[in-house]
């Protein structure tokens, strides 16, 4: 959408100098034309026209030498320069030499800190003077702001009876990383029952983790999927497609991008993509437990998904407190628990 106190662009100007050759529309019919106020005609007319009439080349012409007459020339002392050179040269830096130029009676010695920056970088000094800078020697671009994923569900938007635990088929998902960054373990827990599913993954990609979930839930009852809890990693970028691969709503925990803990401060030092862990306690736990079998120590890259099962197999079949001292595989699959007999 064109802005308000745009410039008028040559093709609006072909259409005033048409419309106006032709002698019978007014102003009003012009600016109709081209959606502009009758007044902006008006001063565009009486601005840009010469003894051949209104031709739009000629206009165009006319605003950009009245633009340049416009840029604001500040008085300069010519020995800036040369003294901003010295100083930079002495790896004072460009914030100081403004700080002390700025003391200076003759006002046109002041220079602000971002100018000296400016010329800098624009080699207005010559190259070569960047590598006497403390810092910024390398200019980065702004990078685009990210989406804000304002479309993401909420844990606070999960139904009442997945907050409370009371139903089965709502699980929580996260990535287990080996040391060095080598391997990763993707693992999902009922938050119920305290089910485990886990498996290795190949890599961190977002395709990745959600072909693993498709593998790990394709032998699961629907009605034993209900939904799905993550914290905000990149290989959770996906979950709209995961969405539609399992037909189950997917909750994100909130990005720790400030300190956000009941307490007041985080308990850690926040990493990119990171939650609140204590959104998601559950599978905080069970990748605690399973770092019993795989430690922090460990690199994962060379552990296999049999080594992976079995650790499950044993979680999934020791009693919790939590539970009555009831098994997660009990509780899941609604098996009534044996009697304790000598």
């Not at 200019?139 to 993401?152: G, I, Q, V, W």
């Not at 373990?185 to 072909?211: G, Q, W």
Request: hydrophobic share 35%.
């Amino acid at each position: 959408m064109r802005p308000t106190n745009s410039h008028l662009q040559i093709s609006e100007q072909y259409v005033i100098s048409n419309m106006l050759e032709q002698n019978k529309f007014t102003l009003a019919n012009i600016g109709k034309a081209i959606n502009r106020d009758p007044s902006v005609i008006s001063r565009e007319i009486k601005r840009n026209s010469d003894s051949y009439g209104y031709k739009p080349n000629a206009a165009q012409k006319q605003y950009y030498l009245r633009k340049l007459k416009t840029v604001y020339q500040k008085p300069f002392n010519a020995n800036i320069f040369k003294h901003i050179i010295e100083e930079l040269k002495k790896g004072i830096s460009p914030d100081v030499i403004a700080g002390k130029l700025s003391s200076a009676k003759d006002k046109t010695c002041h220079v602000s800190t971002q100018t000296i920056y400016n010329w800098i970088y624009k080699d207005r000094f010559g190259s070569g003077l960047r590598k006497f800078l403390l810092f910024g020697k390398h200019r980065c671009k702004k990078s685009a702001e990210k989406p804000t994923n304002s479309d993401k569900k909420r844990v606070e938007d999960m139904p009442k009876c997945a907050r409370n635990r009371k139903r089965l088929g709502d699980f929580e998902g996260d990535t287990t990383i080996g040391a060095k960054q080598k391997g990763a373990l993707v693992t999902l827990v009922d938050r119920k029952s305290l089910y485990i599913f886990a498996d290795v993954l190949e890599n961190k990609k977002a395709e990745t983790f959600s072909r693993s979930l498709r593998y790990l839930f394709a032998d699961l009852d629907m009605d034993k999927l209900k939904s799905l809890l993550f914290d905000n990693g990149t290989e959770m970028s996906m979950w709209k497609s995961i969405q539609e691969m399992l037909q189950i709503p997917v909750y994100f925990t909130h990005p720790a991008t400030k300190p956000s803990h009941p307490c007041g401060f985080l308990p850690y030092r926040p990493r990119a993509g990171w939650g609140r862990p204590w959104e998601k306690p559950l599978i905080e736990n069970a990748n605690r437990m399973l770092r019993r079998f795989f430690p922090k120590k460990m690199q994962l890259h060379k552990v296999t998904s049999e080594e992976v099962l079995q650790a499950v197999e044993w979680l999934n079949h020791y009693p919790r407190k939590s539970l009555n001292y009831r098994t997660p595989y009990e509780v899941f699959f609604k098996i009534k628990p044996v009697a304790f007999a000598f």
